[in-house]
């Protein structure tokens, strides 16, 4: 037909941004999550219908010093100096196939001008997502037993489901021990002195830190209580993009799993 070969393998190109649209566009994603490197960035951009280059993004993000910024600062909010019972880690050897299979809860500190605030949350450990949260500036059982009865509400499991903590007395408490037995869970903690054991967790308030703790100079408890249920709701359940479910935010994960049972497998 006297068509060079080359046109029947010729594809079109996928949009591509130009290199001012495209630096606008990381530091507005930047902006919007602190805590985004190179790789996210990218994701997102392809989530947008954008392709672009690892290379190019991270030297974008060099060359403009775009990139977030961590404080590091240190609170105790596990104290396992106490008399109350201990558990065994369930999650060492557990394969997690769908929701409500397992719930890794946890605390950590919010800094205010006088003192500290403390929020304790409640994962699912497949989605990723956040079904339960309190803030409180008490850090007790009872800071605790209001995450968890959140996510009972909200998520209605069926018994067995593995609730996996540290072994601070938040959540040896009897109070606690006996709200996690009525409601038929299996109680698992992490080992002494592993933080490993909860990284989902720990991975989550690395994240809140950077893109929402950091970035605020909250004036009050109830201050601190309104931005931070925010962030949860609509930042980083509806938006993150989270790459141990497929860079995708956990409530889109959730929707496509109900559709797709067993998507992904975690170990």
Same mark, same amino acid.
């Given at each position: 037909?006297?068509?060079?070969?080359?046109?029947?393998?010729?594809?079109?190109?996928?949009?591509?941004?130009? /290199?001012?649209?495209?630096?606008?566009?990381?530091?507005?994603?930047?902006?919007?999550?602190?805590?985004?490197?190179?790789?996210?960035?990218?994701?997102?951009?392809?989530?947008?219908?954008?392709?672009?280059?690892?290379? $190019?993004?991270?030297?974008?993000?060099?060359?403009?010093?775009?990139?977030?910024?961590?404080? $590091?600062?240190?609170?105790?909010? *596990?104290?396992? /100096?106490?008399?109350?019972?201990?558990?065994?880690?369930?999650?060492?050897?557990?394969?997690?196939?769908?929701?409500?299979?397992?719930?890794?809860?946890?605390?950590?500190?919010?800094?205010?001008?006088?003192?500290?605030?403390?929020?304790?949350?409640?994962? /699912?450990?497949?989605?990723? $997502?956040?079904?339960g949260y309190a803030v409180s500036g008490n850090i007790d059982?009872?800071?605790?037993?209001?995450?968890?009865?959140?996510?009972?509400?909200?998520?209605?499991?069926?018994?067995?489901?593995?609730?996996?903590?540290?072994?601070?007395?938040?959540?040896?408490?009897?109070?606690?021990? $006996?709200?996690?037995?009525?409601?038929?869970?299996?109680?698992?903690?992490?080992?002494?002195?592993?933080?490993?054991?909860?990284? *989902?967790?720990?991975?989550?308030?690395? *994240?809140?830190?950077?893109?929402?703790?950091?970035?605020?100079?909250?004036?009050?408890?109830?201050?601190?209580?309104?931005?931070?249920?925010?962030?949860?709701?609509?930042?980083?359940?509806?938006?993150?993009?989270?790459?141990?479910?497929?860079?995708?935010?956990?409530?889109?994960?959730?929707?496509?799993?109900?559709?797709?049972?067993?998507?992904?497998?975690? *170990?």
């Open positions: 037909m006297g068509i060079p070969r080359s046109s029947f393998y010729y594809k079109p190109k996928e949009k591509s941004p130009d /290199d001012q649209a495209l630096v606008s566009r990381i530091e507005g994603i930047v902006e919007e999550f602190n805590g985004y490197g190179y790789r996210r960035v990218r994701k997102q951009l392809n989530r947008e219908g954008l392709t672009v280059n690892e290379k $190019k993004i991270r030297r974008i993000m060099d060359e403009r010093d775009i990139s977030c910024r961590r404080k $590091k600062r240190f609170v105790a909010t *596990t104290d396992s /100096d106490h008399a109350y019972g201990v558990y065994p880690n369930l999650l060492a050897d557990v394969v997690v196939t769908g929701v409500n299979q397992a719930w890794v809860s946890d605390i950590t500190y919010i800094p205010l001008p006088i003192g500290f605030a403390y929020l304790a949350t409640v994962l /699912d450990l497949y989605s990723r $997502k956040v079904v059982a009872n800071l605790t037993l209001r995450a968890l009865y959140m996510a009972i509400q909200r998520r209605r499991p069926a018994k067995k489901v593995i609730h996996h903590s540290d072994r601070g007395k938040q959540y040896a408490a009897s109070e606690y021990v $006996k709200v996690l037995d009525f409601y038929g869970f299996q109680i698992s903690m992490s080992r002494k002195g592993n933080p490993y054991d909860n990284a *989902t967790a720990e991975s989550f308030f690395k *994240t809140l830190k950077a893109e929402e703790v950091y970035l605020w100079e909250y004036r009050s408890i109830g201050e601190a209580e309104k931005r931070l249920s925010f962030f949860i709701e609509e930042v980083y359940n509806k938006r993150r993009l989270h790459s141990s479910i497929g860079y995708m935010p956990p409530n889109e994960f959730e929707e496509i799993n109900n559709q797709n049972p067993g998507l992904v497998t975690l *170990t």
